[in-house]
């Protein structure tokens, strides 16, 4: 089987992380994972809505994330839910623990691809919106949206 047609092809999206958070800054990740999770991410069998990043001992880990089993493994599966460490440098590890001691921060998973034969996330730093952020942001959407179809419109 040719993986030809994955390489940097986006396996999942959180589009709810662009609903709910404001983004500051994004880093690429790799992820430590188990080689029927491995194949389970090839089959798109993933999901990262729920997921978010926690430091623990220096290092970064995915919490929450969902990659379901791989069913030719048999018996010999993973646990889904289970934490994954993600693979970053000192630098990039220390500057996000500082940047998470400000107030409403946390750093959520954004997209999961491969780049090399190797899983990548994509995280960012994020600040939560506020109920009154996301009807604004909802609204400007809706007048963009009207604007484009009233220019497509002939008079």
Request: proline share 5%; net charge positive.
């Amino acid at each position: 089987m040719s993986n030809k047609g994955q390489e940097g092809r986006t396996i999942t999206f959180n589009r709810k992380a662009l609903h709910d958070y404001h983004i500051l800054k994004t880093l690429e990740a790799g992820i430590e994972l188990l080689g029927t999770e491995v194949k389970s991410i090839r089959e798109g069998r993933v999901n990262i809505r729920d997921a978010y990043i926690r430091p623990e001992n220096g290092e970064m880990w995915l919490v929450g994330a969902h990659i379901a089993h791989y069913p030719p493994a048999g018996r010999f599966q993973h646990d889904p839910y289970r934490k994954r460490r993600l693979l970053l440098h000192r630098y990039e590890i220390r500057q996000l623990i500082q940047a998470l001691r400000g107030p409403g921060m946390t750093i959520v998973p954004l997209r999961l691809y491969f780049r090399g034969g190797r899983a990548k996330l994509e995280i960012a730093l994020v600040q939560g919106k506020r109920k009154y952020d996301k009807r604004e942001a909802i609204a400007r959407r809706e007048a963009e949206r009207q604007m484009r179809r009233a220019l497509r419109r002939p008079a």
